[in-house]
């Protein structure tokens, strides 16, 4: 209770401020740089009665497909519309921010004392990135199912935090990556039960949608698997200068244009990328000191995180509001701050500033200044999971 209290006024500037943001400017401004109109176009087709991975793919695990689809059907209470639909889901996305927000605080607390988590917390609050992408993307979601996993996980309530890993899949499959932990911090009947877990909770909502939907729902399933490069090291050595944008919402009814690359074919086989970073990720693993140390099990989870997007064949600049927290968590303040203070202004230099004038050529410079940042991050933290 002393760390809430103490908090309490961290919260309420937090959310004050997002609303003030959301009633104060046109739902066009706020999302011009971002997702909301795709989503929203996609969630409109319920009104003919098509549902994702049932009438049409898509590129997304299930719930938030049918969650926008929910709150989209919900703004014909409120006259409709896209304003409406932006409010609702701006909403919506503050709610699971502020949940991330109270996350951080007990994790934070856990690692380091009330009065530390206190000063990061502040920190955490006026962070940028993840408040422009409340407007831009879901990805809220994403990073509440992966800090509520570590959390319950080091609380020692591991089926729990199995639950809430199975449902993060389910939005996105980065607290996936949370695993590995498991497996190295607990004995083989905790991490194959925890597996179980999480594999029941998965196929629960992924086989009624696959025996429904068929063709759209294996395609959706299928859909990362397919997909060309884009704004990574791999992208460049591919010659693909683009954004992972998949195309016009009318092509989601295309079970075909699912797995369609729509860049170039990759350069270098896909299954060399996975031997050298499954070779490199198999030797942190077996070396790293997690045991009786919650701050570097953090760690380890940042680390692993880092690893997936040096080996991704892509990148979304909303991974970023995955990472921001991590990094405070595990690094020293001061140091943790000018990593996301240099991603920040990389990945915005790059998206929106960039790439939404056409000017793709400075993917050359922005793709490797992350990927150096990159793999600074990755030594720096070795040093602190290897204890």
């Not at 994702?52 to 938030?64: A, D, L, R, T, V």
């Not at 943790?336 to 991603?343: C, S």
Request: contains cysteine; glycine residues 8%.
């Amino acid at each position: 209770m002393r760390l809430w209290g103490r908090c309490l006024l961290i919260v309420v500037l937090f959310v004050a401020l997002r609303l003030m943001i959301l009633v104060t400017f046109p739902a066009e401004n706020l999302t011009l740089y971002g997702d909301y109109v795709y989503y929203y176009e996609l969630a409109a087709y319920s009104d003919q009665g098509y549902l994702p991975f049932i009438h049409y793919w898509s590129e997304y695990p299930p719930i938030f497909p049918f969650l926008s689809v929910g709150v989209y059907q919900l703004t014909h209470l409120f006259g409709g519309g896209y304003h409406a639909y932006v409010y609702l889901m701006g909403l919506l996305m503050l709610a699971f921010n502020t949940g991330n927000l109270a996350l951080f605080l007990r994790l934070a607390r856990r690692l380091h004392g009330d009065e530390t988590a206190e000063r990061l917390g502040w920190v955490y609050s006026v962070l940028f990135v993840p408040l422009i992408y409340t407007w831009w993307n879901f990805d809220a979601l994403t990073a509440f199912s992966l800090l509520l996993t570590l959390e319950l996980l080091l609380d020692g309530r591991e089926r729990w935090s199995a639950v809430a890993m199975g449902v993060g899949v389910l939005i996105k499959l980065v607290p996936l990556l949370v695993f590995p932990a498991v497996v190295r911090t607990r004995s083989w009947r905790c991490w194959l039960v925890y597996g179980l877990v999480v594999t029941t909770v998965v196929g629960v909502v992924a086989l009624p949608l696959l025996l429904a939907g068929g063709a759209m729902a294996l395609a959706s399933f299928s859909s990362p698997t397919g997909r060309s490069s884009w704004q990574t090291m791999w992208a460049l050595l591919d010659g693909n200068l683009r954004t992972g944008l998949l195309g016009a919402p009318a092509d989601h009814f295309d079970p075909v244009k699912a797995t369609t690359p729509v860049g170039n074919p990759a350069r270098m086989p896909e299954w060399i990328r996975l031997v050298v970073f499954g070779l490199l990720y198999a030797a942190i693993f077996w070396k790293a000191r997690l045991r009786e140390s919650p701050r570097r099990l953090v760690a380890f989870v940042c680390l692993t995180l880092v690893l997936f997007f040096l080996w991704s064949k892509g990148w979304s600049p909303q991974w970023q509001t995955l990472l921001f927290p991590l990094l405070l968590l595990v690094l020293p303040l001061q140091r943790g701050v000018l990593f996301i203070l240099a991603l920040s202004l990389v990945n915005l230099a790059e998206w929106p500033v960039l790439l939404s004038r056409g000017l793709n050529q400075w993917l050359y410079l922005t793709v490797v200044l992350r990927t150096g940042l990159f793999l600074l991050l990755t030594v720096e933290l070795w040093r602190r999971v290897k204890g």
